[in-house]
């Protein structure tokens, strides 16, 4: 079955607060999906369902075609879970700790001591295998958190905030082993990095206070920015005026915003109409026109102001603190 | 079943990570050969058996083992990995079974390391050893009945301490509940069916019936019943209070 996980109408009430609010979606092997939203927006609880460690209030969870309340444990093995947090046996070294894991995942075996190796190289915990895991520094908890996830090499993988803590190399060697693995495998990651959904993921969801917000790729996401395709241009000071006038003038342009000035220079960012590239037509014009231009260049409109978008809505009231 | 190995396992070398293990060992120790010595007069009495030394276990127990208890579901939901192990594929059942054997084995090895007292007693004189037996038999299952209690409570809090009184108190009361004095209290106003059924339920009542030597089946039955009425609730209590 190509359909890892398939949630409908997911739904979690803490009292009075509903936390996840009958949440449709489906995730197929090799999708990376990006699940955005607000802090308390419900992604923590949405995955908490999936995983089997809270009982919905409502709908169902199917994990490889099995419900995870009815059948937890089977739907258990079939996934890889980090917690939000990365909680793990501080007592424990991470040797001893993935032992456990193993035992627990039921691997024995040249099998089982080729996936503790794998794993300890891939997430580079080799260094503190040793250390009780209560002293190690928090990226080396999230990295054992992560190795075990991943121990068991489960087709659902199911990561809360996997890079929070993690310093630049190691964000982008979590972000190249989810795409190494993510080939054959549903992943599900949260994150409030939007440049990991850029790098990383193939879909992105957005939700807020519990409902789907948005679905679709980063790019589908990225058309929404008004600054999408649009186009950023230098000219000098001398000849704002000039250009300003002709920009508007130009069919495909939706807005005109003159940026900054200064230097002799004043920039502009000309937004597209449709959504569609306007660059070709802005550089004739300028060209036509006379217009010295010193510098332009297409945007692509940044990720995070889509988020804002979409999460605050145009009346721009927060998202957060729903059971005010 | 391997599960609860495995958990069980995990649990037990826990409890040699931290100085607890050692701590709690010598206290075990030094306080059951006090208790015999002295308030017991174990060489007093003229008599080669250890009856003074397992006449204290219940009141040593019912501040001893729910110390050991009350680790076993609170800290695990205060540092989270509550999640990691319930979203591990083992069942709730598996998990508090692990624990529970895991905290009772320590409970075992703890008693176990009594034994320069029989070995003592068989030196001076010749004990009857088949009483000393069933009285360290009829000793761990008592242990094992107080630590269902302690092990459901900790399931209830993220907080140790709380979860430590709280068991103490509950294991105290079902320690009391048959002496005389709490008896006096309910007798004449309580109808007598509580007041036998309070009796009934008395772990020293019991206690003493298997240190007399008799494995009666009444209390293999009362303390059997017990441990699985507890550890269920302690399943339920780890269903509703995990997520929280
Ligand atoms: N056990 C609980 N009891 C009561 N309310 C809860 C509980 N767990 C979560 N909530 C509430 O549910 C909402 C969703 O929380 P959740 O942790 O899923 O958010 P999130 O999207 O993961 O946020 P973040 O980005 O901050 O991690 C929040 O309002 C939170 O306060
Ligand atoms: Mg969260």
């Given at each position: 079955m190509a359909e890892m996980i398939a949630l409908s109408r997911l739904t979690k009430r803490f009292g009075p607060l509903t936390a996840v609010d009958g949440i449709d979606m489906k995730v197929s092997r090799g999708e990376v999906l990006g699940f955005l939203g607000p802090n308390g927006a419900g992604k923590s609880t949405t995955m908490k369902m999936v995983t089997g460690f809270l009982a919905p209030t409502g709908g169902s969870a199917l994990v490889d075609g099995i419900d995870v309340t009815v059948d937890p444990v089977k739907a258990k093995q079939r996934i890889g879970y980090l917690p939000e947090g990365a909680p793990c046996y501080g007592d424990m070294t991470p040797r001893g700790f993935l032992n456990f894991i193993a035992d627990v995942r039921a691997l024995s075996g040249k099998e089982r001591d080729k996936a503790?190796?794998?794993?300890?190289?891939?997430?580079?915990?080799?260094?503190?295998?040793?250390?009780?895991?209560?002293?190690?520094?928090?990226?080396?908890?999230?990295?054992?958190?992560?190795?075990?996830?991943?121990?068991?090499?489960?087709?659902?993988?199911?990561?809360?905030?996997?890079?929070?803590?993690?310093?630049?190399?190691?964000?982008?060697?979590?972000r190249t082993l989810i795409q190494e693995m993510a080939a054959d495998k549903a992943v599900v990651i949260s994150t409030h990095i939007l440049e990991e959904v850029e790098a990383v993921c193939t879909r992105a969801v957005v939700i807020a206070r519990g409902k789907i917000l948005a679905d679709g790729t980063p790019e589908d996401l990225l058309k929404r920015s008004p600054l999408h395709n649009a186009v950023h241009v230098r000219v000098a000071a001398a000849a704002a005026a000039a250009v300003e006038g002709d920009l508007k003038a130009l069919s495909v342009v939706g807005a005109v915003i003159r940026e900054q000035a200064g230097n002799g220079y004043c920039e502009f960012s000309v937004t597209s109409k449709s959504g569609a590239p306007i660059a070709p037509d802005v550089a004739a014009l300028l060209k036509d026109k006379g217009h010295p231009v010193s510098d332009l260049k297409t945007e692509k409109g940044a990720l995070d102001a889509v988020f804002r978008e979409i999460t605050r809505g145009p009346d721009k009231k927060p998202a957060e603190a729903p059971h005010a | 079943m391997r599960n609860i190995a495995i958990i069980a396992k995990r649990e037990f070398k826990g409890y040699f990570a931290t100085p607890l293990a050692l701590v709690f060992i010598v206290i075990f120790l030094a306080l059951t050969g006090a208790f015999a010595f002295y308030v017991g007069n174990f060489f007093g009495r003229g008599y080669a058996d250890l009856s003074p030394f397992f006449a204290y276990h219940p009141w040593l127990f019912l501040l001893l083992v729910p110390a050991i208890g009350m680790r076993l579901w609170a800290e695990e939901r205060k540092s989270g990995t509550i999640e990691l192990l319930m979203t591990l594929p083992v069942s709730t059942l598996d998990a508090v079974l692990g624990k529970f054997f895991a905290a009772w084995a320590f409970c075992g090895l703890a008693l176990a390391l009594t034994f320069p007292m029989w070995i003592t007693v068989n030196m001076l004189g010749d004990p009857d050893n088949g009483i000393i037996v069933t009285s360290y038999i009829g000793s761990f299952v008592m242990a094992g009945a107080f630590l269902s209690i302690s092990a459901c409570i900790s399931s209830l809090t993220k907080n140790q301490v709380i979860a430590f009184i709280i068991a103490a108190t509950v294991c105290f009361l079902f320690t009391m509940s048959g002496a005389q004095l709490v008896l006096n209290f309910f007798q004449g106003w309580a109808p007598d069916v509580l007041v036998d059924a309070l009796r009934s339920m008395s772990f020293l009542t019991h206690f003493s019936a298997v240190t007399q030597g008799v494995i009666d089946m009444k209390d293999v039955v009362f303390f059997g019943s017990l441990i699985v009425m507890w550890l269920f609730l302690n399943i339920i209590a780890v269903e509703i209070n995990k997520g929280r």
């Open positions: 503790i190796d794998e794993t300890i190289e891939r997430v580079e915990i080799a260094g503190v295998l040793d250390q009780p895991i209560e002293t190690l520094s928090k990226g080396f908890k999230r990295r054992v958190g992560l190795a075990q996830a991943i121990l068991h090499n489960p087709p659902v993988l199911i990561l809360d905030e996997p890079t929070d803590g993690l310093d630049p190399n190691q964000k982008h060697q979590v | -």
